[in-house]
């Protein structure tokens, strides 16, 4: 079920007024019956498989009451990560066993990597003893299935959810207000930027009919597809869940205005980047235990990063090279401050923050090439192409866009479009959009909301894509 979609305003719209109709007593009940209909939306498979992984997670959590098993809890992360595994993996992995293809078979693919986390999270969480056992299925099962998180995240951590869980909700004006003014600003997102940078996107898949220059335009186009896409995601998320008076961490905080690649790990799709850092980098030995150990630390994570989206050559390759941007920033930082001392450039002067803004975006767009493609295969095959001589006459320029279906009027709506984003974005980078649009006035609340409806109703794309996360 898509947020945009006319069926999930009707469950949604259900659910609040029964939510907020109903004693708190009677909330997770009903918040449990809406994660059922929700996933079973998405086939048997679906619901059977948080079933499981909820069971899992469960049993093994009550399993490390009072005791810190090591082993144990080891059990119960690959018992959770098991179906995960067998899904992603197992298919590439060139085994033709019939009972792994009959495992195979009651495994549905929507959400699984999310919630699987939110259950390793739980269970590391438990044996640290940061947090008790759940022994209330009831509320186990709305954390791990909760349904604004259940098809693309955020993962949000068991102390900041559960609790939330077991409260007596209030009805809170100010949270709702920002509830509604999120969705707003998804809908935008998705709708006006997403859906629309999506189509533009044609050299990537049919190289041959396009010049070397579309490719750099479609790459472009991906990259901005592809952070307006989730990031619409994660804002209709939140604002749902604030609808029902629970907040959640932001998900992005403004990620192409950073200056390195370290800080915009901290600001795109921070949920997962902090799961990986705190389960995967800080257990290894992060950067307090040597340069072998940072280096074996950073690039284990980010290979497990490209793992987790997906089981081929190209994701790994992506992960990879993220993990080299890092570890070459790291080694040549104090080169880049005396170059920058020789030109009398502060930290944060213009120039510098720009030169960041740049070099960070070409280098996580270059990672997003092989993303995009999935494999060295075809990653190869279409940069065979990239490097075609190009032509830079105003004629190569035009033919090049105009080949991949933009017209005046297409590059004037998505460029307003994009550069209210970018206002957006920009104003909000300190402390995240939540912050920011709650320190405006409820005049420039309604405006705000004005642009966003009015936008999607008049120039938003027809129909919805399916959210690109679906697939991880």
């Not at 320190?439 to 004005?450: A, L, M, N, S």
């Amino acid at each position: 079920m898509n947020f945009l979609s006319f069926s999930f305003a009707g469950f949604g719209i259900l659910l609040f007024a029964a939510w907020w109709a109903l004693p708190n007593q009677c909330r997770p009940w009903i918040l449990a019956a809406a994660n059922i209909i929700f996933a079973a939306l998405f086939g048997t498979k679906a619901i059977l498989c948080l079933a499981i992984v909820s069971a899992i997670g469960y049993v093994f959590g009550l399993l490390q009451s009072n005791r810190q098993n090591k082993a144990l809890a080891f059990a119960g992360i690959l018992a959770c990560a098991a179906p995960l595994l067998g899904y992603k993996y197992l298919p590439v992995a060139g085994l033709h066993i019939e009972a792994l293809q009959a495992f195979q078979g009651i495994i549905a693919p929507v959400g699984i990597s999310f919630y699987v986390f939110k259950s390793i999270s739980y269970l590391i969480e438990v044996y640290r003893t940061r947090i008790a056992p759940e022994r209330n299925f009831l509320f186990y099962f709305n954390y791990i299935g909760f349904f604004a998180q259940f098809s693309s995240g955020p993962i949000q951590r068991p102390n900041q959810l559960l609790p939330q869980l077991r409260q007596t909700f209030v009805f809170s004006q100010t949270l709702a207000f920002q509830g509604c003014i999120r969705l707003c600003w998804g809908l935008f997102l998705k709708k006006c930027l997403a859906d629309h940078f999506a189509v533009y996107q044609g050299a990537l898949t049919q190289t041959d009919h396009y010049y070397g220059l579309c490719i750099v335009w479609s790459m472009i186009a991906y990259a901005l597809y592809l952070y307006f896409d989730f990031a619409s995601y994660s804002q209709l998320s939140i604002g749902v869940a604030n609808l029902l008076g629970i907040r959640v961490e932001e998900n992005f905080i403004s990620p192409y205005f950073s200056r390195s690649i370290g800080e915009f790990w901290r600001r795109w799709h921070i949920s997962l980047s902090s799961f990986l850092k705190d389960y995967i980098y800080i257990p290894m030995g992060g950067s307090r235990n040597g340069t072998a150990v940072l280096i074996a630390a950073t690039m284990v994570t980010f290979l497990v990063s490209g793992a987790w989206h997906g089981a081929t050559d190209g994701f790994l390759v992506w992960g990879a090279l993220h993990g080299i941007y890092l570890l070459a920033g790291r080694a040549t930082k104090p080169l880049r401050e005396k170059g920058w001392a020789l030109l009398h450039q502060a930290p944060n002067s213009v120039l510098r923050t720009l030169c960041g803004y740049l070099c960070t975006f070409v280098l996580v767009t270059i990672g997003w090439f092989f993303f995009q493609t999935g494999t060295l295969h075809q990653a190869f095959g279409v940069a065979s192409y990239l490097f075609q001589p190009f032509s830079f006459s105003l004629q190569y320029i035009k033919e090049s866009v105009t080949q991949l279906g933009y017209t005046p009027i297409i590059l004037l709506r998505l460029g307003l479009f994009t550069a209210f984003a970018a206002f957006v974005d920009w104003s909000s980078k300190d402390k995240g959009f939540g912050a920011w649009i709650m320190h405006k006035k409820p005049t420039f609340w309604v405006v705000f909301c004005y642009i966003c409806v009015f936008s999607t109703l008049f120039f938003g794309a027809a129909g919805t894509l399916q959210n690109i996360y679906f697939a991880f």
